[in-house]
Each structure stands twice: as structure tokens, then as C-alpha cells.
């Protein structure tokens, strides 16, 4: 049963990694296929920033399936810290997120 949550882990981890790579090059693409136009780049980041929220989520969710597996306190501090590192980035990516939001709805 353990091997299988690891597999899961492993799996879940990955897609977050592939989610986060995908948007990154999809960012960089876009980039240099349009750098000149400023409402192009805030639309880039504002896309990939939900890219990076999204793999987090998945890497998030990696980290609890793995601390299912050796349920100890020295697994659940990691975890805490894990996941209250990765909730700060997430909080400060959506105000930035909706900030650019905001301010592309104002422009249209």
C-alpha cells in the first residue's frame, strides 16, 4: 500500500513539475514572439502566474499524499513549513494576479 502512495506521490509531483515547465515555456515563447507590446507581457504573466498557482496545487497535494506514507512529526513539520511557504507564494502570486487583472480590465 505504501509503494502505491509513493508511486501516486511521484505521480502527482511530476504532473505539477510538467504543469509548471509547460507554462514556463509557453511564457517564453509568447515572450519573444511579442515582446514589444506591453498589454502583451502583463497578459503573459498573468497567465503564467495561474500556471504556477496551478502546479503548485499538484506539488502541494505531492508533499500530503507523502507525509500519509511516514506520518511523524518530523514529516508533518516539513509539510507545515512546505505548505505555509507555498501558501505565502500563492497568496502574493493572486494579488499580483488580480492586480494585473484589474488592470487589463481597466485598459479594455
Known amino acids: ?22 507554462g514556463a515555456l509557453q511564457a517564453i515563447y509568447r515572450f519573444t514572439a511579442r515582446w514589444k507590446k506591453r498589454n502583451d507581457i502583463d497578459m503573459i504573466r498573468l497567465e503564467f502566474a495561474r500556471v504556477i498557482i496551478l502546479g503548485l496545487e499538484f506539488i502541494v497535494a505531492a508533499d500530503v499524499i507523502a507525509t500519509t506514507t511516514a506520518p511523524d512529526y518530523y514529516s508533518l513539520g516539513i509539510l507545515a513549513s512546505l505548505v505555509a511557504i ?3 507564494l500563492t497568496y502574493f502570486m493572486n494579488k499580483e494576479v488580480n492586480k494585473l487583472s484589474a488592470t487589463r480590465r481597466k485598459r479594455v
Not at 1 to 22: E, N, P, T, Y
Open 1 to 22: 500500500m505504501i509503494s502505491i502512495l509513493l508511486i501516486v506521490k511521484h505521480v502527482v509531483a511530476a504532473i505539477g513539475v510538467v504543469v509548471i515547465l509547460w
Open 86 to 88: 507555498r501558501t505565502l
